[in-house]
């Protein structure tokens, strides 16, 4: 397979190319290896050198360009990385518009779900440790979830009229893979959803752990465990498991296992002072809806809980870093994080066919996606709305950030931008699109 990929980087390296590259184009020096520079999560490699069009890519920057002159987002980052080469990471508009601020590639974004996967490997860490076992009861770490019961609604689903013990106890790995129940309160109408709290940035500065771990084991559920994926505070619960066994916060036990060894050093869960002039900011009107908009939550504030489910930052950088030591089965570079059947079996669909699957209710771009651990999985090649290829992993985030990982082509993407209202789907697919067609092997 190497010897494969080698000469395959040898024929692609006489694809022509434009002899000026544009603004938010590739770097296009000369040779197979690019300059690096400070920050880089990889080392840099002309797009020809593994399979990537310069030609194409540069359509990212001007339909980026024409949006941000538009006023459709402020700014954005996106990094591209494939066979482990960086080939684009470019910076778009502005971080501040209001203060004329551009874009770096430094920059700093709210990731919202995108702390999820972080999450899941934490708690996969500890699996590996013998610590806890995918089918361990959430009722074995907290107490509060062991006599769960499951809400009857009424027809209309306005009013409970019957609560029934749970048939099974909810399992990390419902946890895990959005199969406990336990809903966010901010994605339905139903008398359940009314209980909850809205989503995890709720629980950033409203709840401790244990508050939050109280408040949800006295609600009822609104499905039987396992039954249906529902998206909800299974990540967040997962994150307080992981502080109960290590008993350190989680963003202690994240430091340890998974920023340090992967050089994260501008990823957590509250922004430094030292940090806070590369936060970047959010448009103050809604393109899409004329309205209000801000970020869920100021993340240069200290938070009462550190939520698994959506509390952290990065940069695009950072991630990369993250998502390519999954797409390396647990490596980055000489460092391993997890196991290779680790990584294989949280990058699985562990949806089988008797959970009603509601995805699309979560992200319409991942509609018809099957659901590993902590992370939307392909699971056929046509259907879903985007581009890529069975076995693509991903989740994105509320604020307008997302990546994928495609094993298929060897290819990862992460994109940030702080767009938390509807235009966030707008990206999702454009960006996919974008990318997917600069592919030229």
């Known amino acids: 397979m190497r010897v494969w990929l080698l000469a395959v980087s040898v024929v692609c390296l006489v694809v022509p190319m434009a002899a000026q590259s544009p603004k938010g184009a ?35 920057g001007k339909v980026l360009n024409a949006d941000i002159a538009a006023n ?52 996969l860490g500890l699996l590996e440790q013998g610590k806890l076992s995918i089918d361990d009861p959430l009722a074995k770490y907290l107490p509060q979830f062991a006599r769960m019961q499951v809400a009857v609604l009424n027809p209309a689903g306005d009013a409970i009229v019957d609560r029934v013990p749970a048939t099974r106890q909810i399992t990390l790995q419902d ?3 959005h199969t406990s129940g336990l809903i966010y309160g901010n994605r339905g109408n139903t008398a359940v959803h009314k209980l909850y709290p809205s989503g995890s940035a709720a629980l950033a500065t409203g709840m401790t752990p244990t508050q939050f771990a109280n408040t949800l084991g006295s609600l009822p559920l609104l499905h039987q465990p396992g039954a249906v994926w529902d998206y909800g505070f299974g990540l967040d619960l997962t994150g307080v498991v992981v502080e109960t066994i290590e008993k350190r916060s989680l963003g202690e036990v994240m430091q340890a296992r998974i920023f340090g060894p992967l050089g994260m050093t501008s990823t957590g869960f509250m922004i430094p002072a ?13 393109p899409a809806t004329g309205q209000p908009q801000s970020m869920d939550r100021d993340l240069t504030k200290p938070l009462t809980m550190e939520c698994g489910g959506g509390c952290a930052h990065s940069t695009a950088g950072d991630y990369m870093r993250f998502v390519q030591m999954l797409l390396n089965k647990g490596v980055y570079k000489d ?46 090649p046509g259907i879903a709305r985007t581009l890529g290829s069975v076995g693509d992993f991903s989740w994105p ?16 993407v992460v994109f940030m931008a702080h767009t938390p209202g509807a235009m966030r789907w707008r990206y999702r697919q454009v960006i996919n699109q974008l990318v997917e067609q600069a592919i030229v092997d």
């Open 175 to 177: 946890l895990m893979r």
């Open 335 to 380: 460092t391993r994080v997890l196991g290779r059947k680790t990584v294989e079996y949280m990058l699985s669909n562990q949806l089988g066919p008797e959970v009603r699957n509601l995805i699309a209710n979560a992200d319409p771009t991942r509609a018809d996606y099957g659901f590993g651990l902590g992370v939307a999985v392909r699971t056929t």
């Open 26 to 60: 590739a770097p296009q020096a000369p040779g197979r290896v690019v300059a690096a520079q400070p920050g880089d999560p990889l080392p840099r490699v002309r797009p020809e050198a593994v399979c990537l069009s310069s030609q194409r890519l540069a359509e990212i």
């Open 274 to 286: 030292s940090h806070a002039s590369r936060y970047a900011t959010v448009l103050p009107i809604d």
């Open 397 to 412: 985030g509320s604020s307008g950030t997302n990546w994928w990982a495609d094993p298929k082509e060897d290819l990862a």
């Open 72 to 123: 459709r987002l402020p700014g954005a980052v996106l990094a591209i990385a494939r066979h482990g080469k960086l080939v684009y990471f470019e910076a778009f508009g502005y971080r501040d518009k209001a203060t004329n601020a551009s874009m770096t590639t430094d920059a700093i974004f709210n990731i919202a779900s995108m702390t999820k996967p972080l999450t899941t490997v934490a708690a």
